[in-house]
């Protein structure tokens, strides 16, 4: 039997010690990876717990933006509707009420954005460790690559490295194992090692491999569901923006239609102003018109009035005095005419007297031519005149 030489059996050492040291940066590597693996799993149940969280809370935040939206829109025409049939008054009223409520709703609307963009850039945030795990995913697509790995090592340096984890310990010198025989038994005693290490080794792995399946298929489900959450937020985003470049352009009209109305309202508001401050102008003049007429008018009434009084009150004396001339005429009159009449009796009894005096006169006459007869022919006539005077008084 031939020994081998020193430095063969020194080189033979450093080969086995290197093939060990291969194995186990092998061993070690396929570790690191499960770990990571396991620990990327545990980090993916968590990153997929709060994706869910993250979506019904970013759907909850559309929800409420579309609630707000669509209240503020009936904000709207109801104001427009009440504002249609208003006056000037309770126009001016009902757009203060409309513009509380209308940035109320805004300052709402603002918020709930600002809360959505915080939430997208917490899911932006989240998707980082995925990307991690997809990276670890595609560098070992499965465990076959690990322990294809730690098997292919195992098979460039079988011998030595089994040679060495079974019978370093036992032969410590150069002449232990010097013979082509000793040689065999050596590499059979080796490999009989390498079987012995590489069992259990396996037996590993095939649970590790059932292990990492199942993972895998949770992280492929927590990919699908990721890409599905991100086509729906991509279509969450599309859909929020044209809403927000929609309710910007609608805030643009109506802040442009605002400015319009406000500018109409000012210039109806200064025309009005203009208006009152010449009725008041007017209002002034007219009333002092009518304050100037009115005394006018009182002084005329008055002297009118006093002039009525006084020419009532002369009508009242003239009236007095055509009453009292009348009376007075008509008592003259009446005197007149008695005294008319009182003469004329006079007259027609001076005539009857006459007559009678005449008469008997002719019979008188010679009976007064003498004194004795004249003189008692006078006193029965004078005795005739009386009794025929008194003579109502002797009838009665």
């Avoid at 006459?365 to 006078?378: E, F, N, V, W």
Wanted: with cysteine; aromatic share 6%; hydrophobic share 35%.
């Amino acid at each position: 039997m031939l020994g081998l030489p020193p430095s063969a059996s020194h080189g033979s050492s450093d080969a086995s010690h290197i093939s060990i040291d291969g194995a186990g940066a092998v061993a070690e590597v396929g570790a690191v990876a499960r770990g990571a693996e396991g620990s990327v799993v545990v980090e993916a149940q968590r990153t997929h717990t709060a994706l869910e969280q993250l979506q019904q809370k970013i759907l909850k935040i559309t929800e409420q933006i579309r609630i707000e939206q669509e209240a503020r829109d009936d904000n709207v025409a109801e104001y427009f509707k009440l504002a249609h049939n208003a006056n000037r008054h309770q126009a001016f009223r009902i757009r203060q009420v409309f513009e509380k409520k209308n940035q109320k709703s805004a300052q709402t609307i603002i918020h709930l954005h600002k809360k959505l963009e915080h939430y997208c850039k917490k899911l932006k945030e989240l998707q980082q460790p995925t990307e991690f795990a997809s990276l670890i995913r595609n560098k070992f697509d499965s465990t076959d690559t690990i322990e294809d790995a730690v098997e292919g090592h195992s098979d460039d340096a079988p011998l030595s490295g089994s040679f060495t984890l079974a019978s370093r310990p036992k032969y410590s010198s150069d002449d232990e194992c010097s013979s082509d025989g000793s040689d065999d038994e050596c590499s059979g005693a080796g490999g009989q090692g390498g079987m012995l290490g590489l069992g259990p080794a396996r037996l590993d792995g095939h649970h590790h491999h059932s292990s990492w399946d199942a993972q895998l298929v949770g992280l492929q489900e927590i990919k699908a569901s990721q890409a599905h959450m991100e086509d729906a937020i991509e279509d969450m985003k599309s859909q929020l923006q044209s809403d927000y470049s929609y309710m910007n352009q609608c805030l643009q009209e109506e802040r442009y239609r605002y400015e319009r109305l406000e500018e109409q309202l000012n210039e109806l508001t200064e025309l009005h102003q203009k208006e009152m401050s010449n009725l008041k102008h007017e209002l002034a003049s007219m009333e002092e018109k009518v304050a100037y007429q009115s005394d006018e008018i009182t002084q005329d009434s008055q002297e009118a009035v006093e002039s009525c009084l006084t020419r009532i009150t002369k009508l009242e004396l003239q009236q007095q005095q055509q009453q009292v001339v009348q009376l007075e005429g008509v008592e003259n009159a009446n005197a007149r005419a008695l005294l008319g009449k009182l003469i004329n009796i006079i007259l027609a009894v001076m005539a009857v007297v006459l007559v009678f005096v005449s008469t008997p006169a002719n019979f008188i006459t010679p009976l007064i031519k003498i004194q004795d007869r004249g003189a008692s022919t006078i006193l029965l006539a004078l005795f005739l005149f009386v009794l025929w005077k008194h003579w109502d008084f002797l009838v009665l």
